[in-house]
């Protein structure tokens, strides 16, 4: 993984200092709520409903042990002994006090950690694939190219104040387990003619106006890439609503000009781009590159597994995936009990997994979008340890991908732009979801609430979704189907009338039901939809 040099490291101390005075002068009456603003939300800080939120960037996912030690210690001193993390593979603390908070990012720049970018109009943290650089069929490690658009997007002074915030996924597999087309910008690398580029897709997004992102071009060289993606950048802050919020996303930009237009318009500027060489020189990729080379994995170990003990097996079964290497496997960890609150865990939790990454996952770790953790270096022969650990601290939850795995935004719990409460519904339909033997059967089922039309829970990219709204001062949930943040990305549509809370949770399980009644040898729930359609299913749910 990259490691600051002197250069990462006076920057992010210098900031530190910077916003410590400027806390400093709010807290002494010196700066006004609105002067402070903007300020605090360049460092990450936001004032929520009963208290400030800091969200920590975690680059694409990954982390060290000492890192995520790290989270978990200021969970611990500095909030309510938990965090949380996001969709967005950062982490969020809910309970900051304003004065602690230039102290909590001088802890988190000893550990090459900051939260800068995590807030405001500009390039938000980059995210990737969970299983980067150990994925068999993935055309190269996508994460220094992740790397170098963060050094890029860092500071960068034409895009700090773009029309609206702007976020950035870079994937190299043919699989997507990154949401990358449901992005302002996804880029798919791949190799032509022995060749490594991108595929470049532009105008993805959730929240207001849900867009699967089109294709604006199909490969672009690698020592091209930044340029192009400044061309990208420069046409949306050049034409970008910039007097109505809702409408100042790049989608919205994409979507009014046209696919062909503005693909027209970003060639334009990319070739003015190419004449400028702004692209970084091949030797800093070269730079990034060997922090990500391939660790010293052991040699001639066994696949072999003792699988006697039955908890032991469904949890690997369902938590396990293949890794690239002859002896090793990924395990991912589920932050998703039975009734719990999606994406939390606990500061003995997160320290627990700080020590398994640095014992057994070779100091590595990973966050993924769908609010879960990876061990990605972990050998066979490892796994029953590893597991009973987890299973001690309530992290053995074997529920990857199935309906209880659920995506859900902090709502109106915590979140002051809300409209409803995602968390008790959550727990619910943990609840009432929570035989594993049903949710074995329902088997790949992706439900995710959000708690207003924002759509942090990505609930348009839900096979299941739910959304949140205010109906005259009343919580109510819209039951949306078919959507899909995978390599088939697709948003999902309303099915009718909104329920209470209560009544979502039957609803989804009249639709669960239809499911299993007419799905044919194979199918996924998406499958079943997708031929089917809605009809039946909203005759299933409103009779």
Same mark, same amino acid.
């Given at each position: 993984?990259?490691?600051?040099?002197?250069?990462?490291?006076?920057?992010?101390?210098?900031?530190? &200092? &910077?916003f410590?005075?400027?806390?400093?002068?709010?807290?002494?009456?010196?700066?006004?709520?609105?002067?402070?603003?903007?300020?605090?939300?360049?460092?990450?800080?936001?004032?929520?409903?009963?208290?400030?939120?800091?969200?920590?960037?975690?680059?694409?996912?990954?982390?060290?042990?000492?890192?995520?030690?790290?989270?978990?210690?200021?969970?611990?001193?500095?909030?309510?002994?938990?965090?949380?993390?996001?969709?967005?593979?950062?982490?969020?603390?809910?309970?900051?006090?304003?004065?602690?908070?230039?102290?909590?990012?001088?802890?988190?720049?000893?550990?090459?950690?900051?939260?800068?970018?995590?807030?405001?109009?500009?390039?938000?943290?980059?995210?990737?694939?969970?299983?980067?650089?150990?994925s068999?069929?993935?055309?190269?490690?996508?994460?220094?190219?992740?790397?170098?658009?963060?050094?890029?997007?860092?500071?960068?002074?034409?895009?700090?104040?773009?029309?609206?915030?702007?976020?950035?996924?870079?994937?190299?597999?043919?699989?997507?387990?990154?949401?990358?087309?449901?992005?302002?910008?996804?880029?798919?690398?791949?190799?032509?003619?022995?060749?490594?580029?991108?595929?470049?897709?532009?105008?993805?997004?959730?929240g207001?106006?849900?867009?699967?992102?089109?294709?604006?071009?199909?490969?672009?060289?690698?020592?091209?890439?930044?340029?192009?993606?400044?061309?990208c950048?420069?046409?949306?802050?050049?034409?970008?609503?910039?007097?109505?919020?809702?409408?100042?996303?790049?989608?919205?930009?994409?979507?009014?000009?046209?696919?062909?237009?503005?693909?027209?318009?970003?060639?334009?500027?990319?070739?003015?781009?190419?004449?400028?060489?702004?692209?970084?020189p091949?030797?800093?990729?070269?730079?990034?590159?060997?922090?990500?080379?391939?660790?010293?994995?052991?040699?001639?170990l066994?696949?072999?597994?003792?699988?006697?003990?039955?908890?032991?097996?469904?949890?690997?079964?369902?938590?396990?995936?293949?890794?690239?290497?002859?002896?090793?496997a990924?395990?991912?960890?589920?932050?998703?009990?039975?009734?719990?609150?999606?994406?939390?865990?606990?500061?003995?939790?997160?320290?627990?997994?700080?020590?398994?990454a640095?014992?057994?996952?070779?100091?590595?770790?990973?966050?993924?979008?769908?609010?879960?953790?990876?061990?990605?270096?972990?050998?066979?022969?490892?796994?029953?340890?590893?597991?009973?650990?987890?299973?001690?601290?309530?992290?053995?939850?074997?529920?990857?991908?199935?309906i209880?795995?659920?995506i859900?935004?902090?709502g109106?719990?915590?979140?002051?732009?809300?409209?409803?409460?995602?968390?008790?519904?959550?727990?619910?339909?943990?609840e009432?979801?929570?035989?594993?033997?049903?949710?074995?059967?329902?088997?790949?089922?992706?439900?995710?609430?959000?708690?207003?039309?924002?759509?942090?829970?990505?609930?348009?990219?839900g096979?299941?979704?739910?959304?949140?709204?205010?109906?005259?001062?009343? &919580?109510?949930?819209?039951?949306?189907?078919?959507?899909?943040?995978?390599?088939?990305?697709?948003?999902?549509?309303?099915?009718?009338?909104?329920?209470?809370?209560?009544?979502?949770?039957?609803?989804?399980?009249?639709?669960?039901?239809?499911?299993?009644?007419?799905?044919?040898?194979?199918?996924?729930?998406?499958?079943?939809?997708?031929?089917?359609?809605?009809?039946p299913?909203?005759?299933a749910?409103?009779?």
């Open positions: 993984m990259y490691r600051y040099d002197s250069y990462d490291q006076s920057i992010v101390d210098a900031r530190v &200092e &910077e410590r005075d400027q806390v400093q002068r709010r807290l002494a009456g010196h700066l006004t709520e609105d002067q402070f603003k903007p300020l605090r939300l360049m460092n990450g800080l936001y004032l929520q409903l009963h208290a400030y939120m800091l969200r920590v960037a975690i680059p694409y996912g990954t982390l060290s042990g000492r890192q995520m030690r790290k989270l978990g210690e200021i969970a611990a001193k500095y909030d309510k002994g938990y965090g949380h993390f996001t969709t967005r593979q950062n982490l969020q603390y809910n309970w900051i006090k304003l004065a602690d908070a230039p102290d909590i990012l001088a802890e988190l720049a000893t550990v090459e950690m900051h939260a800068i970018q995590t807030s405001g109009n500009c390039i938000r943290n980059i995210s990737s694939d969970q299983y980067a650089g150990v068999a069929d993935e055309v190269t490690d996508p994460r220094p190219w992740a790397e170098l658009l963060r050094q890029w997007s860092t500071f960068h002074p034409e895009f700090t104040y773009l029309p609206r915030k702007f976020k950035i996924c870079v994937i190299a597999n043919e699989e997507d387990r990154a949401a990358m087309r449901l992005h302002d910008i996804g880029l798919k690398l791949v190799s032509r003619d022995g060749q490594i580029g991108a595929e470049v897709y532009a105008g993805g997004g959730m207001r106006t849900p867009m699967v992102a089109p294709q604006i071009r199909d490969f672009v060289p690698e020592e091209e890439i930044v340029s192009y993606l400044e061309a950048l420069r046409v949306y802050n050049r034409y970008g609503r910039r007097d109505n919020k809702y409408k100042a996303r790049i989608k919205i930009l994409v979507h009014e000009l046209g696919v062909e237009e503005y693909k027209r318009q970003v060639e334009e500027e990319y070739a003015h781009m190419r004449e400028l060489g702004l692209n970084p091949t030797e800093e990729l070269d730079r990034i590159r060997p922090f990500f080379a391939g660790p010293a994995y052991e040699t001639g066994s696949d072999d597994l003792d699988r006697s003990d039955p908890a032991f097996a469904l949890w690997v079964d369902r938590q396990v995936a293949a890794h690239k290497q002859p002896g090793y990924i395990v991912n960890i589920s932050l998703k009990p039975r009734g719990g609150i999606p994406g939390d865990a606990s500061a003995e939790q997160i320290g627990l997994v700080a020590d398994l640095e014992t057994y996952s070779l100091d590595e770790l990973r966050v993924t979008h769908a609010q879960n953790l990876v061990l990605p270096h972990v050998k066979k022969a490892d796994l029953y340890a590893i597991w009973q650990k987890l299973d001690e601290a309530g992290l053995a939850e074997a529920n990857l991908d199935l209880t795995d659920i859900a935004c902090p109106l719990d915590y979140c002051s732009l809300a409209n409803a409460r995602s968390i008790p519904l959550a727990q619910k339909l943990s009432r979801f929570g035989s594993i033997e049903r949710q074995k059967d329902l088997g790949e089922l992706k439900v995710k609430i959000s708690g207003c039309i924002n759509a942090c829970g990505h609930h348009h990219a096979h299941i979704g739910v959304l949140g709204v205010d109906r005259k001062g009343v &919580e109510n949930f819209q039951l949306s189907l078919g959507g899909s943040g995978a390599e088939d990305a697709s948003v999902g549509q309303i099915t009718g009338p909104g329920f209470s809370e209560d009544g979502v949770v039957d609803a989804i399980e009249k639709v669960t039901n239809l499911y299993l009644a007419e799905r044919e040898e194979g199918e996924r729930f998406l499958d079943t939809y997708r031929r089917l359609g809605m009809k299913f909203k005759e749910i409103y009779g």
